[in-house]
């Protein structure tokens, strides 16, 4: 089946446990943030030990992935804190190896251990990029509130879905909802964002379905996330009339069952002013 809506799970409340299914190596710990049964695909948070190798190759899934802690080598690349890449399946990348380990962010489109297609699209190819040498974009939508920038990752050629980074100033809200034609996945890298579903910290998560109302949104500290789109591209729509934004609304979570035992909301990080 599709993946269900979640929204939202503090990832911090999630257990570790051991790699048994995605073929990442021995000593590998996983966080499954979401999956979908049908095609395997997969949103993890992977936590690489010290001295963790794996070998050069290709493997039979797409696999896109951001750096949050720690480093990693591939070949003689190196992938720091904010390194982004998006491998397709086919691509062969160099050996990966971590002297002191890593955590990353991590999307497998489907079972990496199946066979290795032949050949890959090297338009869907980001062999590695700097986010925080990649520039910020201005307004991309005309009606998006003023405030907040884009770096783009990623856009697939064909499907238009679209990996990125979005950076927001302190002190900012907005005041209408809005929905998406296709699905929305988030992960939050730094702030606090005030919503209509609680208040989410540094580690929140979300995969949402397309035609689903949200928000308004605001934040108090500057945010940075993690964005992609499923099934297409970033397409907005703002409800109208304009809906009252509301600072510290409770949590309200939307979650399949078996996430439900691990939702609850972070202690407040201290105020930034």
Same mark, same amino acid.
């Given at each position: 089946?599709?993946?269900?809506?979640?929204?939202?799970?503090?990832?911090?409340?999630?257990?570790?446990?051991?790699?048994?299914?995605?073929?990442?190596?021995?000593?590998?710990?996983?966080?499954?943030?979401?999956?979908?049964?049908?095609?395997?695909?997969?949103?993890?948070?992977?936590?690489? /030990?010290?001295? +963790?190798?794996?070998? @050069?190759?290709?493997?039979?899934?797409? &696999? =896109?992935?951001?750096? $949050?802690? !720690? #480093?990693?080598?591939?070949?003689?690349?190196?992938?720091?804190?904010?390194?982004?890449?998006?491998?397709?399946?086919?691509?062969?990348?160099?050996?990966?190896?971590?002297?002191?380990?890593?955590?990353?962010?991590?999307?497998?489109?489907?079972?990496?251990?199946?066979?290795?297609?032949?050949?890959?699209?090297?338009?869907?190819?980001?062999?590695?990029?700097?986010?925080?040498?990649?520039?910020?974009?201005?307004?991309?939508?005309?009606?998006?509130?003023?405030?907040?920038?884009?770096?783009?990752?990623?856009?697939?050629?064909?499907?238009?879905?679209?990996?990125?980074?979005?950076?927001?100033? /302190?002190?900012? +809200?907005?005041?209408? @909802?809005?929905?998406?034609?296709?699905? &929305? =996945?988030?992960?939050? $890298?730094? !702030? #606090?964002?005030?919503?209509?579903?609680?208040?989410?910290?540094?580690?929140?998560?979300?995969?949402?379905?397309?035609?689903?109302?949200?928000?308004?949104?605001?934040?108090?500290?500057?945010?940075?996330?993690?964005?992609?789109?499923?099934?297409?591209?970033?397409?907005?729509?703002?409800?109208?009339?304009?809906?009252?934004?509301?600072?510290?609304?409770?949590?309200?979570?939307?979650?399949?069952?078996?996430?439900?035992?691990?939702?609850?909301?972070?202690?407040?990080?201290?105020?930034?002013?």
């Amino acid at each position: 089946m599709a993946r269900p809506q979640i929204e939202f799970i503090q990832s911090q409340n999630l257990p570790w446990q051991a790699d048994t299914r995605f073929g990442l190596g021995a000593g590998v710990g996983i966080k499954v943030l979401s999956e979908d049964d049908a095609t395997q695909a997969a949103s993890l948070l992977v936590r690489y /030990p010290p001295g +963790w190798r794996f070998p @050069a190759g290709a493997r039979g899934a797409d &696999e =896109e992935f951001l750096v $949050l802690d !720690g #480093e990693i080598d591939v070949g003689e690349q190196r992938f720091g804190h904010l390194a982004y890449a998006h491998w397709p399946a086919g691509y062969a990348a160099a050996d990966r190896h971590t002297a002191a380990g890593a955590t990353v962010l991590t999307f497998l489109s489907g079972d990496p251990r199946q066979p290795a297609p032949e050949s890959f699209d090297r338009g869907r190819l980001v062999e590695h990029l700097d986010v925080y040498s990649t520039p910020y974009t201005g307004n991309f939508h005309p009606e998006f509130p003023p405030g907040a920038g884009r770096k783009v990752c990623f856009t697939d050629p064909t499907t238009k879905e679209t990996s990125w980074v979005l950076g927001t100033l /302190p002190v900012r +809200w907005a005041e209408r @909802a809005e929905e998406h034609d296709h699905v &929305e =996945e988030m992960y939050l $890298l730094s !702030g #606090e964002n005030h919503g209509d579903r609680g208040v989410m910290r540094p580690g929140a998560y979300f995969w949402r379905p397309g035609q689903l109302a949200h928000g308004p949104y605001g934040t108090l500290t500057g945010n940075l996330y993690f964005f992609r789109t499923r099934g297409g591209p970033l397409i907005t729509r703002y409800n109208t009339p304009e809906q009252p934004f509301r600072w510290w609304a409770p949590y309200r979570p939307a979650l399949p069952p078996q996430l439900l035992a691990y939702a609850g909301e972070l202690p407040p990080t201290p105020k930034p002013f």
